[in-house]
């Protein structure tokens, strides 16, 4: 369970006066697939980001409860000058893969990024498609209770697309979900709950249908 209490945030600098988040108060139980809906800047990711613990509230207390995966969608955070191979064993020692297991796991992800030999050039050499199809693959090598997710499930050409979206199929349908998107298909596809961001505030619906049917009168209005 995912359980936020009294979440306020704002950043510092010019408009340091200007609150992200007001108030948010929800709770998001575990195999929960939940889509965060809301214009540009309405703090969607910003709450993404407080709930995988990549960055802290301003106020209030954020409780998580099983193993939260790293924002899907973002190919940050890897070394330039380290091959796509070091960055994923280096990543697979950090999250406490078993040393016996590292290879195996290793090896999936060159397999499935379609890298070839550039899997084992410098990452600084990569185009962002490649740190896309890497950063993707790596994700799919863990099992995490619940998914954090920011505008991706699939990246590259057709054909990847196709296979990275039955791939993550797969590997959501005995888990939670947490996603942005601005797709109405892939949030009605993959989320059957949503939260709806709108002026700081965050307001929760059972189902992500009437989510999407409020963004829309609130955008019309």
Same mark, same amino acid.
């Given at each position: ?6 979440v306020?945030?704002?950043?510092? %600098?010019?408009?340091?006066r200007?609150?992200? $988040?007001?108030?948010?108060n =929800?709770?998001?139980r575990?195999g ?8 540009n ?5 910003? $709450?993404?980001?407080?709930?995988? %613990?990549?960055?802290?509230p301003? +106020?209030? &207390?954020?409780? +998580?409860?099983? &193993?939260?995966?790293?924002? $899907?969608g973002?190919?940050?955070? #890897?070394? %330039?000058? =380290?091959?796509?191979?070091q960055n994923? +064993? /280096?990543?697979?020692r950090?999250? %406490?893969? !078993? ?8 090896n999936?992800?060159?397999? #499935?990024?379609? $890298?070839?030999?550039y #899997?084992f050039? !410098?990452?600084k ?15 799919l090598? /863990? +099992? /995490?209770?619940?998914?954090l ?7 590259g050409?057709? @054909?990847? @697309?196709? @296979?990275? &979206?039955?791939? #993550?199929?797969d590997?959501?349908?005995s888990a ?11 949030? @009605?596809? /993959?989320c ?13 619906f ?9 963004? &829309?009168?609130?955008?019309?209005a």
């Open positions: 369970m995912i359980e936020l209490r009294q306020w945030k704002r950043y510092s %600098g010019h408009h340091s200007n609150w992200v $988040l007001r108030d948010i =929800l709770c998001i575990q929960d697939r939940v889509g965060l809906i809301g214009r800047g309405a703090g969607k990711s910003t $709450l993404l980001n407080l709930i995988g %613990g990549m960055d802290h301003s +106020r209030g &207390k954020i409780r +998580r409860d099983g &193993k939260l995966s790293w924002t $899907l973002l190919s940050g955070g #890897f070394q %330039g000058a =380290l091959s796509g191979e994923a +064993r /280096f990543v697979f950090i999250h %406490g893969v !078993p040393d016996q297991e590292i290879a195996e796991r290793t999936f992800v060159h397999v #499935f990024s379609e $890298l070839g030999d #899997f050039a !410098p990452m050499t990569y185009s962002s498609g490649m740190r896309s199809r890497l950063a993707f693959a790596l994700s090598a /863990f +099992r /995490f209770d619940t998914y997710v920011d505008e991706l499930i699939a990246v050409d057709e @054909k990847f @697309k196709k @296979k990275s &979206k039955k791939a #993550f199929e590997l959501i349908a939670g979900l947490i996603m942005v998107s601005h797709d109405e298909g892939t949030l @009605k596809n /993959f059957e709950k949503g939260i709806l961001m709108s002026n700081g505030a965050a307001y929760w059972d189902d992500i249908a009437d989510a999407l049917s409020e963004y &829309k009168k609130s955008i019309n």
